[in-house]
């Protein structure tokens, strides 16, 4: 009987020096957005704030978030400036693509890791696992009626001037970049080049063909 009562007050005393929790596996989140909207301008506010969090460059973040959100942008000191009218879900969804694809190890859910290159690779290595996977970068393909392709003829309203100078406008998804136009004009445009969500356009005389 005693062996046993030895046993239960080792038990109990091994259980009160475990600590409350051994291993955390919550989910990293990410500060809460401070989005405002100025007419057709969006800003974030804690631009900054996020990249410090999650450590990386704030121009390979902002490059990410303007292809994705197929806008023009800058960074104005601690706050991304967006050029278009775009909801907090959407820069929120933007963000966490970026969280999985370029912070997050997938192996242990942890935020702790570094951007390397190997070779010409670009590959995710984690500080807490040890674990390293290349950089698998989503490629949106736009096959439907929407897409763009060069030589299409649009008609564009040119709704912003870039700092440039040049006009930009909106076609579906597409940021539309045409030279040589004024906030208000309304042309149309021969799209020369596409990169991602934003297209280049010449003003032409042809009759818009989309």
Do not use: W
Not at 9 to 24: C, G, H, V
Not at 37 to 53: C, H, S, V, W
Not at 123 to 137: D, F, K, M, N, Y
């Amino acid at each position: 009987m005693g062996n046993e009562e030895d046993y239960l007050a080792l038990l109990t005393r091994a259980k009160m020096n475990l600590p409350e929790t051994i291993e955390s596996h919550e989910r990293f989140v990410l500060p809460e957005l401070d989005i405002i909207q100025e007419g057709k301008i969006t800003i974030l506010r804690n631009f900054m704030d996020i990249a410090d969090k999650v450590r990386r460059d704030p121009q390979h973040l902002l490059h990410f978030l303007l292809r994705e959100l197929g806008a023009p942008g800058d960074v104005d000191n601690r706050r991304a400036v967006f050029k278009a009218k775009i909801s907090s879900q959407n820069i929120s969804e933007r963000l966490q693509q970026y969280m999985d694809t370029y912070v997050v190890c997938t192996e242990c859910g942890r935020p702790d890791t570094k951007l390397v290159k190997d070779d010409r690779v670009m590959v995710l290595e984690c500080e807490a696992c040890g674990a390293r996977r290349p950089i698998s970068v989503r490629k949106t393909v736009k096959t439907d009626a929407n897409a763009l392709k060069v030589g299409d003829v649009l008609e564009v309203l040119i709704t912003d001037v870039g700092k440039k100078g040049d006009g930009i406008g909106k076609f579906n998804d597409f940021v539309i970049i045409i030279p040589g136009t004024t906030k208000g004009a309304r042309v149309h445009a021969k799209i020369t080049n596409i990169s991602n969500n934003t297209a280049f356009g010449q003003v032409t005389n042809e009759t818009a063909t989309r």
